[in-house]
């Protein structure tokens, strides 16, 4: 995104400081990245990271309104909501742009995707404290946003999590913790604020309160950071001694019904510059004439799972529950990063925390020279995978 920072980061860059900094990742950590690390983070201009921040402004006007919290109940599929949802927006808010050519010489975001779901929270802390370690940073750039420098981060994290509770009554639920890629990150939340990881089958309820085991000891759980997916628990049948839908005396942080309030659900309501056009496949009575600029996306699943990027009217035509999916006009990503081998494209996912404000905090950034951002579609790359966006500030 500037050229004299980007010229001198490739001229300075070596394999030898690459696999330095993966190797301090992972020992610093106490576990290995699951994820490919990009080699690079991007440089964000003042001009981009000031448009960033108007898309992501101009979305949240629109979620932010008792319109779209009607809209959005129609999100959340049948028997599958749960009790007690009192706040009226998400604790964790993520918005992902693709970065694009404006036609004029610069570079505009286009929303891609959206959650009420929470994203790697630690790990950026722990990619940005190890990058520094090992590659030099231009005088003046942080990942941090809304004035927040780390330690001032950390302390918002940590009270966004625990609240008034004490850090053993908090805990981090997920799917066997252990054996998913995002590990990493369950372990740095840790470390920064003391909540651990449980297995929701490790879950005990007694009543209507839950516990977890720790040293012999049945420890009450008050507060839960949801980690939890909504398709994989589905997907993988997983049998737990409490389920999402019961009245339980625990407090959700980032309640589950937040997964499906702001979700792909959401991109056919948004409007404006930054949003590319985008359908309920229900709602067509007829398809567009350049369907080949158009993807589809289901909309209950994660991680790129089910998107299909060469859409046919016999595609979509063989769609059964087509309430379930969305046409979206596809992303032309700009040719934005210059590597060893030709340009990454690159995408940015704003992170907020929402308690009683919006509060834009932090950033990842995932390259790509794939036809699309996934894994399986940058195998035996490089200048690809996971990084942050650097912003003056």
Known sequence: ????????????????????????????????????????????????????????????????????????????????????????????????????????????????????????????VHYDDVFRRHFELPEGFSPYYSGFERGSYVKLLKETLLGDSD?????????????????????????????????????????????????????PIQRIYNRVIFDELIRKDVKADFSFQEELDVHWVGHPDWFFLISKYSLPRLTGKYVPECHFLSDLTEYPADLENFVLKPLFSFAGLGVEVDVTKETLDAKKERENYILQRKIEYAPLVKTPDGFSKCEIRMMFLWNDKPVLVNNLTRFSKGKMMGVDFNKNKTWVGSATAYHPV
């Open 1 to 124: 995104m500037i050229e004299d920072i980007r010229k001198k980061y490739n001229k300075d860059f070596t394999e030898a400081k690459y696999n330095a900094f993966i190797d301090d990742m992972n020992n610093s950590a106490g576990v290995n990245v699951d994820f490919r690390i990009c080699e690079t983070p991007l440089f964000l201009s003042k001009e981009l990271t000031a448009e960033l921040t108007t898309a992501c402004c101009n979305l949240i006007e629109q979620l932010d309104t008792p319109e779209y919290r009607k809209f959005a109940l129609g999100s959340v599929p049948k028997g599958l909501s749960a009790p007690n949802r009192t706040e009226e927006h998400p604790v964790f808010l993520q918005i992902d742009f693709a970065i694009c050519s404006d036609g004029a010489g610069g570079f505009i975001p286009q929303l891609i995707e959206l959650q009420g779901f929470p994203s790697l929270y630690g790990f950026q």
């Open 167 to 219: 850090p053993e009554n908090v805990i981090l639920l997920e799917i066997e913790p252990d054996k998913q890629k995002t590990l990493i990150d369950f372990t740095v939340t840790e470390k920064l604020t003391g909540v651990k990881p449980v297995c929701i089958t490790d879950v005990i309820k007694r009543g209507k309160k839950l516990f977890y085991e720790s040293g012999g000891k049945e420890i």
